[in-house]
């Protein structure tokens, strides 16, 4: 792993490789993770067991909750985030119901002591006021994009990315829809690429034996990062999608449309999915090997590709340096969050996965084990595994260059 920084804190980015210059700076990343699990020689299961033994020996205490090393950043006046004491959330409207249980629960846990305000206006959205420091934790259905580690590390802002769940992205239609049970990822190219704009409005040109009514599509808006993931799974880039469509960053407005209109196709997140099933009916996708259903199971087998994505949280390092509260919260959180996935209707990560994020929010390891781009067909095996790699990285570098 080569790591060149003229700043005192790291992102580290374990991806399958990339190198890229962060605005701001000259800090440059690159990990091969290739060439690290070459060296390790571990398999996948002595790599989690070696990250796990190694944060089980090393987990400091929450008052020690982000190293020294990490905490000499840029001082800036956005970096640290809010000062007043109350903590302040924003970002994906697919992930604020997992946050906004996490937020009652421990408001009924901490008493009114306890001040914390969280919205959704989309992830994009989120990560602008994020990187602007105007809040501590950033709700996102997509890995930060490059474009904004730059906008961050311009404002000396650096973060925490932490895993808290999968979706099943999912593709709902009306349950008066009779005729249509699965959609292929090519119809859904279909339908969706820009030159379908204007173009393909009738379910018969989708599949010639659906029948000849109106196509009626619902999505999410550009600010969201379900509308990146998406995309970057039909159409190949995360921006590129026909525009005369119902789009929304609240996905109750798309449940609400889709419920209401017999022609109707929306993708949707799958919480939203399993809270309206009385009103929505869910599509199989088969992307080449036979139709998928949407569910806990098919995402934990990983058979429902490329629609299985991770949720995360974004701290902001420094904020956790200086506020107690957000410790606490985001502590709460990690704690809680196995259960409260379950119950909003996502699909919880391992035990382990919880443990490792954990111990790197406590010892404040900043960066991304993405590339800055959404990645479909990311597992939860596949996440576990970057999460121990990382956190085998972070450890035997102890926050230092490395090389």
């Known amino acids: 792993m080569l ?54 020996c090393g987990e400091p205490t929450q008052k020690t909750s982000v190293q020294n090393n990490q905490a000499t950043t840029v001082e800036t006046a956005a970096n640290a985030g809010p000062s007043d004491g109350v903590i302040r959330i924003d970002g994906s409207s697919t992930v604020y119901p997992v946050t906004e249980a996490v ?3 421990f408001l009924q846990s901490e ?21 602007a420091g105007e809040t501590d934790i950033s709700d996102a259905s997509r890995p930060i994009l490059v474009k904004e580690m730059e906008t961050c590390n311009k404002a000396g802002v650096r973060f925490i990315e932490l895993p808290i769940a999968f979706d099943a992205l999912t593709l709902a239609v009306n ?31 989708v599949r010639a034996s659906y029948p000849n009514r109106p196509l009626t599509l619902f999505g999410a808006g550009k600010d969201s990062g379900t509308f990146d993931y998406f995309n970057e799974v039909t159409t190949g880039k995360p921006k590129l999608s026909r525009k005369d469509y ?8 798309l449940v609400d449309g889709i419920a209401k209109d017999i022609n109707a196709l929306g993708y949707i997140p799958f919480a939203y999915f399993e809270a309206n099933q009385n009103r929505l009916k869910a599509l199989a996708v088969d992307n080449g090997k036979g139709p998928v259903s949407p569910s806990h199971e098919t995402v934990q087998n990983a058979s429902y590709q490329p629609f299985s994505r991770p949720l995360f949280i974004y701290v902001n390092a420094k904020a956790a340096q200086e506020k107690p509260e957000l410790r606490q919260f985001v ?4 704690k809680n969050a196995k259960t409260l996935v379950n119950q909003v209707g996502y699909i919880p990560l391992p035990d382990e996965a919880y443990h490792i994020a954990k111990v790197q929010f406590y010892k404040g390891e900043v960066g991304t084990v993405f590339e800055g ?4 067909n990311v597992t939860i095996a596949e996440l576990l595994r970057r999460q121990a790699v990382f956190q085998l990285t972070a450890e035997s570098g102890n926050g230092q260059t490395t090389k």
């Not at 790291?10 to 290739?34: K, T």
């Not at 008493?111 to 990187?131: D, H, L, N, P, Y």
């Not at 502590?331 to 990690?334: A, I, N, P, T």
């Open 175 to 205: 349950p008066q829809n009779t005729w249509a049970k699965d959609i292929t990822v090519q119809e859904l190219t279909k339908i969706w690429e820009p030159a379908a704009e204007g173009k393909i409005k009738n379910w018969n040109q």
């Open 373 to 376: 781009v959404p990645q479909p």
């Open 331 to 334: 502590d709460f959180y990690l």
């Open 103 to 105: 937020r009652k629960a």
């Open 246 to 253: 119902t789009a929304s960053e609240d996905d109750n407005e």
């Open 111 to 131: 008493g009114k002591a306890a001040k914390v305000e969280a919205q959704f206006s989309g992830t994009s959205a989120g990560f602008r006021r994020f990187c």
């Open 3 to 56: 790591i060149k920084s003229s700043m005192p804190t790291i992102f580290r980015s374990v991806g399958p490789s990339v190198e890229q210059e962060l605005g701001g700076g000259s800090q440059q990343v690159r990990v091969d993770l290739n060439r690290t699990k070459g060296q390790k020689r571990r398999s996948f299961a002595a790599l989690v067991g070696a990250a796990l033994m190694l944060t089980a």
